[in-house]
């Protein structure tokens, strides 16, 4: 069976065909750096991942692209908060940091590049003279917005009617332009005030003059325009057309729309081929984000579950689907994770004993073996079904057990094609810790519980009064680069 995909763009199911036989090219829409990661935010990286690893799987040389918005008035907005930064590049800098940190955390494949957008401007200038000179684009007051009715094409991904479109932008944005659903490609000046002090922390001192990185350009000082950061980071380090563009649902419209258009008004191009969009995470009945606060940081989720108990979570349901984030669902997740574990070690520790002989054939054992591979190959084909697939190797588990159970003289065969079943399937395409020594995530876990121990101590230690002590605690965590902040509700703390 070959790889099919749900493409947005048709709102097929489609054949998966890559312009170039043995390559694949991937872009992912990566996090504007101005808070902590989500769990919302991992689901898509490591849905992403898994594509990213069943296509290697399958023989292509994957080139995946990831981005970091860098420049955003959500971060000029976080300036002057204690340990984050006191300018836009600081701040963006201290929580990418973060994100590589988490990505590393959560087992992830490393990209090709990962470019940001403050090291792009130049590339960002040359597509809007481009769009300009095309007859796609106007300047306008310092700015320059994309023409929508330019673009004949405008609304193919997300279905909308030109005529019914809000329109994009603040007050002042939308006074400058032709059409309401006019998008700007650069916008003159700083970050005015009132853009910032919607994302600003009401405890901090307003902001107010014009702020964040400004940079030179033919229309004057100024900043790009969000839409089309993505445009220019994928082809330049892509191609004008790519294979996979991936990206949460709640970005169909307007940004994945608006890359489009202006990406193939530039170059005459398909931009895109295959749009693949990840459903969200919700908890409570709402979408897990920052900005409703509802959310688990990544890196608090690797200390309380660990990362195999994490991606065991997101492998529970297909990347089209909405999931669901809870107790329930994570302790579901951990019982899953242990079970397929325990399955794999009990086919290592039997295939490496006295009890299991070359002469002993199991044919159950060997059909279970077998039928795992190509269910979990049917279902990584079919539009990347990772939860039928994880219910394959999960039926290997029982199939394990089951050889065990009822046998005092073991298959050597099939317990040795067992174990590199779940190290191929579940270690090498689902990323989970199977034939691998410790997983970082894994550590930061056996970490996180140590840290919290020492906390506890520390404020066993205030509490009675001996303060150079608990002091002395603090220091020896900051010395193993651990940051602890003390806040009204006990201590917190994060790995730098």
């Known amino acids: 069976m070959t790889l099919s995909v749900t493409n947005t763009l048709t709102g097929e199911r489609e054949r998966f065909e890559p312009r170039n036989e043995d390559e694949v090219l991937l872009y992912v829409c990566g996090l504007t750096v101005s808070d902590e990661a989500h769990l919302g935010h991992a689901r898509l ?13 399958e023989g292509y040389d994957v080139r995946h692209v990831e981005n970091f918005t860098d420049v955003n008035e959500k971060i000029v ?9 006191d300018t836009e590049p600081e701040v963006a800098d201290h929580f990418t940091s973060a994100v590589i940190r988490d990505m590393r955390g ?21 597509l809007v003279e481009t769009l300009i000179d095309r007859g796609y684009a106007y300047e306008s007051n310092g700015s320059v917005y994309f023409d929508v009715t330019a673009f004949e094409e405008y609304g193919k991904l997300s279905n909308q009617d030109l005529a019914a479109i809000e329109s994009q932008g603040d007050e002042d944005e939308r006074a400058e332009k032709r059409h309401p659903a006019d998008f700007a490609l650069w916008k003159a000046g700083a970050v005015a005030p009132d853009d910032v002090a919607e994302h600003r922390d009401p405890d901090l001192d307003p ?21 089309v950061e993505c ?22 419209f307007p940004h994945h729309e608006n890359e489009i258009a202006q990406s193939e008004a530039a170059t005459g191009e398909t931009f895109a081929r295959y749009w693949l969009h990840v459903g969200l995470l919700q908890t409570a009945g709402d979408k897990m984000s920052s900005s409703l606060g509802n959310f688990l940081t990544v890196d608090e989720a690797l200390a309380e579950y660990g990362v195999d108990v994490i991606r065991t979570f997101y492998l529970s349901t297909a990347y089209r689907s909405e999931q669901t984030f809870g107790e329930a669902e994570m302790r579901e997740a951990e019982e899953r994770w242990d079970r397929l574990e325990r399955a794999y070690d009990a086919a290592v520790a039997a295939c490496d004993s006295t009890d299991a002989y070359a002469t002993v054939a199991d044919e159950d054992l060997r059909d279970a073996v077998a039928e795992t591979r190509e269910s979990f190959r049917g279902a990584m084909n079919d539009d990347f079904n990772v939860r039928e697939a994880m219910a394959a190797l999960s039926a290997l588990g029982t199939a394990v ?7 005092t003289e073991y298959d050597y065969r099939a317990l040795r094609e067992a174990v590199e079943t779940f190290e191929e ?20 876990t056996v970490a996180g ?19 150079e002590r608990a002091d002395e605690l603090r220091d020896e965590l900051t010395a193993l680069g651990i940051e602890v902040q003390d806040g009204n509700d006990g201590p917190t703390y994060r790995f730098e």
């Open 401 to 407: 057990n089951r050889h065990l159970d009822g046998h």
């Open 231 to 252: 445009s220019v980071m994928s082809m330049t380090h892509l191609d004008d057309t790519i294979d996979i563009h991936v990206g949460g649902r709640d970005l169909v």
């Open 449 to 467: 519980e140590l840290v919290e121990l020492v906390l506890e101590v520390r404020e066993a230690e205030r509490e009675a009064g001996n303060y």
């Open 207 to 227: 902001i107010a003059e014009p702020t964040g990185e400004t940079w030179a350009s033919p229309w004057g000082e100024g900043r790009p325009g969000w839409h």
């Open 425 to 444: 399937l579940g270690g090498d395409v689902f990323g989970l810790s199977l034939g691998a020594d410790a997983t970082e995530g894994g550590d930061v």
């Open 106 to 126: 959560l087992n992830l494949k490393r990209a090709e590049v990962y470019p940001r957008v403050s090291e792009h401007v130049p590339e960002i200038v040359d």
């Open 45 to 57: 990286w490591m849905h992403a991942d898994v594509m990213h690893r069943w296509l290697e799987h």
């Open 77 to 85: 907005a976080r300036t002057g908060e204690p340990g984050v930064g």
